[in-house]
């Protein structure tokens, strides 16, 4: 019984030392604002706040607004992180994590996805500007 355990207990502590650990950019913390038209659903443009925090949480706030005229009102909470050089958004809601490339530029962040809603043939790209504190 001893030999078992010890050698899940290798097991278990060899996984966790080849997994890389998730990390957080400093500089993509903090409250953003963007915008997207026709990208992910035709006719409809999407507005947001994202709101990410140093401990990994987030928080979004969506508004999108169909070519009718709707609109529509949306928040999620979530994590992210960085790992492998590429910004991981997970959803509560559904348990999925977006993928995207990334590039810090002045006070924005330009991302492209990677791996969308199981999409790795995605063409999704889109920027968020950084909303100043006073």
């Known amino acids: 019984m001893k030999k078992v355990l010890f050698v899940l207990t290798l097991l278990i502590s060899s996984m ?21 038209a026709d990208q992910q659903q035709k006719g409809t443009t999407k507005y947001w706040v994202a709101c990410r925090f140093e401990d990994g949480k987030s928080t979004l706030l969506f508004i999108a607004i169909d070519k009718k005229g709707k609109v529509t009102q949306m928040t999620e909470n979530g994590k992210w992180w960085v790992e492998n050089g590429k910004f991981h958004e997970l959803h509560n809601y559904d348990g999925v994590a977006d993928v995207y490339d990334y590039e810090v530029i002045d006070n924005s962040i330009k991302f492209t996805g990677v791996d969308v809603m199981g999409d790795k043939e995605t063409k999704y790209s889109f920027f968020d500007y950084k909303i100043e504190e006073d």
């Open 16 to 36: 966790g030392f080849s997994q890389e650990t998730k990390t957080f950019d400093s500089k993509l913390v903090g409250c953003w604002r963007g915008s997207e």
